[in-house]
Every structure is written in structure tokens, then in C-alpha cells.
């Protein structure tokens, strides 16, 4: 058995002039959500085995945001197309782990939102539902799969939950 949790960046500030849209950071809303999500995990002890970290500056310091919490900094990779792929692009990612335990994406949207929902062809019903209604910023979406990463394929997951900073 492995999961995937799928995590999005928390609340980024708005690009200035001149900026890439890679390079924007969090703001302190996104700080906040990021930490807070980190205590979260804790307590339900959801602490993936590996984590792959798109190279953005706002996913960077999400994870920066929960590693005091979750201590991932031995088990983390980070993965510049994370920022530019899509959702199939995200399986494949995770899918090359060839891992049988908890793999962890940090990344953007729509691309979590999409593979999310073709990943869990059944699940937590109120997950299931909050998850159709958007995926948040600093959300975490956990799909368990009945074998390692390599298998992970569209509606072969189950969605065992889909948790926000206001479950925190």
C-alpha cells in the first residue's frame, strides 16, 4: 500500500512589477496556513516518507513553513517541473518514485486539483465533496493506491482525506 499526499502551496503574495510569476513568495496568511498544516500533519501523524518539491519560490517556503513541525528535510527532492507540467505530468513524478509508502508533492494549482480528482475514484464522501468545491491554498489531499508508486493510475485511489488550515 502507499499514499499520495498532494499539497498546495500556502496563499502567495502578488507579483510586482517585473517579476516572474516562478519567483513570488508567500505572504504571512500563506506563512500561517503553511505552519499551520504542519501541526496538523503531526497530530494525525501524516508524515510522508519521501516529499518532491516543485522549485518555486512559494512552494519552496511552504514546505520551509512545515518542515519544523514534520522534519522532512532528509527525505526531500525538489522537482522543477512541478512548476510547468501537468496533472498526468504530476503521476508520472510521483510514479517514478517506485516507492511503496507515503510520497508527498508540493506543488501548484490546477494541476493538484486535476490529478487529484482523476486519482480517487472513491473516497471520504465530505472529502470528496470539499475537494470538488476547489482545492485551497496550503490543502492536502491524501489518495491511498493498493500498491507501490509505480501503479498509481487514474481512478485506481482512494481519497482518505482532504484537510485545510481550517481543520487545524
Not at 503531526?42 to 513541525?69: F, H, M, Q, W, Y
Request: proline share 4%; with cysteine; glycine share 8%.
Amino acid at each position: 500500500m502507499s499514499r499520495l499526499f498532494l499539497f498546495r502551496h500556502g496563499k502567495a503574495a502578488w507579483a510586482e512589477p517585473g517579476m516572474r510569476d516562478f519567483d513570488r513568495k508567500l505572504d504571512e496568511r500563506g506563512r500561517e496556513e503553511a505552519r499551520a498544516m504542519g501541526h496538523l500533519m503531526k497530530r494525525r501523524g501524516l508524515v510522508p516518507d519521501r516529499v518532491i518539491c516543485s522549485t518555486a519560490v512559494r512552494a519552496v517556503e511552504t514546505l520551509d513553513a512545515i518542515n519544523p513541525s514534520l522534519h522532512l528535510e532528509d527525505v526531500t527532492t525538489y522537482e522543477q517541473n512541478l512548476y510547468a507540467t501537468d496533472a498526468p505530468g504530476y503521476l508520472e513524478i510521483a510514479s517514478a518514485t517506485d516507492f511503496d509508502g507515503d510520497v508527498m508533492l508540493v506543488g501548484h494549482n490546477p494541476m493538484l486539483e486535476d490529478a487529484a480528482l482523476a486519482l480517487s475514484a472513491d473516497g471520504d464522501e465530505a472529502s470528496l465533496e470539499h475537494l470538488h468545491m476547489g482545492f485551497r491554498t496550503a490543502g492536502l489531499a491524501i489518495i491511498r493506491f493498493d500498491g507501490p508508486t509505480s501503479t498509481f493510475a487514474t481512478d485506481t485511489g482512494y481519497l482518505e482525506a482532504y484537510l485545510t488550515p481550517a481543520d487545524a
